[in-house]
């Protein structure tokens, strides 16, 4: 199963991305690699609260011929958000209580895209963040706020970092 993580000249990326990559795990849809239909994303810290991923999304999940189908794209701005708000060497697993997404113009297939995270408020239990989807000119195609909680009662299992596979795989 090919990835569909993207580093070329198109996509911006500077040394301190590879430096700061964030752990991922086996089967969530958006970071896991061991996810034979999942996107298999890598996340990069480039700042505090900030998180960025270049990527060149494939034909089989598109919507329309050409365009990222929304839903995919949610899935991206989700993830790229929420890790904004997880970032540190104590990882803070969060779960998204809101999504607001605007669809600026149609994100599309085959081309380099970065997706931002930041970090817009923390406070207590709950954390704001936001979530952009660009071309590699810039461009905006989406971006969407979130308002994440912690998760209130940890399912079995999921403390052990171990057997979620949660930690950095090299490039």
């Known amino acids: 199963m090919e990835a569909v993580n993207e580093r070329s000249a198109s996509s911006p990326s500077t040394a301190k991305d590879a430096r700061n990559k964030q752990p991922n795990s086996r089967q969530c849809f958006v970071c896991g690699l061991e996810n034979p239909i999942g996107l298999k994303l890598s996340f990069y810290d480039t700042a505090e609260g900030e998180v960025v991923c270049d990527v060149t999304i494939p034909e089989r999940y598109q919507g329309y011929p050409g365009v990222v189908h929304g839903g995919i794209a949610a899935s991206m701005l989700d993830e790229v958000a929420g890790r904004a708000a997880m970032q540190g060497n104590a990882w803070r697993f969060m779960m998204t209580a809101k999504l607001e997404i605007r669809y600026r113009q149609p994100v599309p297939i085959g081309q380099p895209l970065r997706l931002v995270g930041r970090i817009v408020q923390r406070r207590g239990r709950l954390a704001t963040v936001s979530g952009e989807i ?38």
């Open 134 to 171: 660009r071309l590699a000119d810039g461009t905006l195609c989406a971006d969407a706020e979130a308002l994440l909680t912690d998760i209130p009662a940890m399912p079995a299992g999921f403390s052990d970092l171990d057997q979620l596979g949660w930690r950095v795989y090299p490039d």
